[in-house]
């Protein structure tokens, strides 16, 4: 099938366990909706089968794929790897020109892929093909058990979404609470071959939020000039949901003490040598995150077998001028 036969818009979504059947359900329908149907969407199913995945997609009317990701359950927690998955996905020739990313609990608006691709194709009148797009995402203060199907206008008072500052690793254990604007993102997929930009890396980077790496790509050789553009219109609403934070408890990290084939390269097998359980404290449902918690994301990601180090400094090496 050449490029030009397959829809312009891949969207990768990762279905998550912690999350009810009614955010997959109302995501499911606010897809349908979409006023543009050029898209197709591949799911990351972090669930121990596919079964409940497939049964809600009966109702989808539009194309799927489901990616099984190959890693191991520890202590009732999926240990993913989204790195390496996406890495091989978007070498497959199954893409139109553009690639974005939601979560199970991010309801895209009825207009989001039309205003996208149109975005995109405006942008690239100025900009040129190569960019990294910045998305809106709102945060909805409705559960998911809150809210019917009548969106966007409950809503519409939706609030950016604001988030501790992401600063690389400060071995002082310096944080400060300030707001941040946590965009989504979409992405020439071409950008990605050439790049390399997931697929640089052939171990696993566990626990991996993209929106670290996209703060050092300014910074990174292949992607000094390739510019950020935020564009106005393709809207997100992410809704509240509580988190338990699972693999930062005690039990879990004790059972990547057992896993060194997998985790041996990153810092979280140092982590999980303390027997500190990180996850204390933590205020389920309220989202306050206690410092500790931050320290261990911090040297997690930034340390020197961090995830963020290992990912930034594999596409650095690849991308470095000749």
């Keep these: 099938m050449s490029i030009s036969s397959l829809p312009a818009l891949s969207i990768v979504i990762t279905n998550n366990s912690y999350l009810s059947d009614l955010h997959l359900q109302i995501q499911i329908d606010t897809l349908n909706r979409q006023t543009s149907k050029d898209f197709q969407v591949f799911y990351l199913n972090q669930a121990k089968r596919n079964h409940e995945l497939l049964a809600a997609l009966q109702s989808a009317h539009f194309a799927f794929k489901i990616i099984d990701l190959p890693f191991p ?6 240990c993913w790897d989204l ?45 040129g093909q190569q960019a990294i797009y ?34 690389p690793f400060n071995p002082q254990y310096t944080f ?12 020439p997929v071409a950008l990605i071959r050439k790049t390399q930009l997931f697929s640089c890396v052939r171990f ?12 050092l790509l300014p910074q990174t050789p292949g992607f000094e000039k390739i510019p950020f553009v935020h564009l106005g219109q393709p809207v997100i609403y992410h809704l509240n949901h509580e988190r338990i934070f699972k693999e930062y408890r005690q039990e879990f990290l004790s059972e990547i003490r057992k896993q060194e ?27 306050e995150i206690p410092t500790h918690l931050h320290r261990f994301v ?6 020197e077998k961090g995830t963020v180090t290992l990912w930034h400094r594999a596409l650095a090496q690849i991308n470095k001028p000749n």
């Design 73 to 78: 359950w520890l202590a009732e927690t999926c």
């Design 298 to 303: 911090r040297y997690m990601r930034y340390s």
């Design 134 to 167: 910045r998305l809106n995402q709102l945060r909805c203060q409705q559960q998911v058990s809150e809210l019917s199907l009548l969106y966007p206008l409950q809503l519409a008072r939706s609030e950016p979404i604001y988030w501790i500052a992401r600063t």
């Design 204 to 215: 696993p980077l566990f626990f991996q939020d993209l929106f670290d790496i996209f703060q």
């Design 83 to 127: 790195v390496s998955v996406m890495g091989h996905l978007f070498e497959q020739d199954l893409h139109g020109p553009y690639m974005t990313y939601l979560h199970k609990e991010c309801i895209p608006a009825p207009d989001f892929v039309d205003n996208t691709l149109t975005g995109i194709r405006a942008s690239e009148a100025e900009f």
């Design 261 to 287: 084939n997998l985790f041996g390269h990153l810092a979280l097998f140092e982590l999980a040598e303390d027997r500190f359980d990180y996850n204390e404290g933590f205020k389920q449902g309220i989202r």
């Design 176 to 187: 400060q609470a300030r707001a941040w604007e946590e965009d989504a993102f979409a992405l």
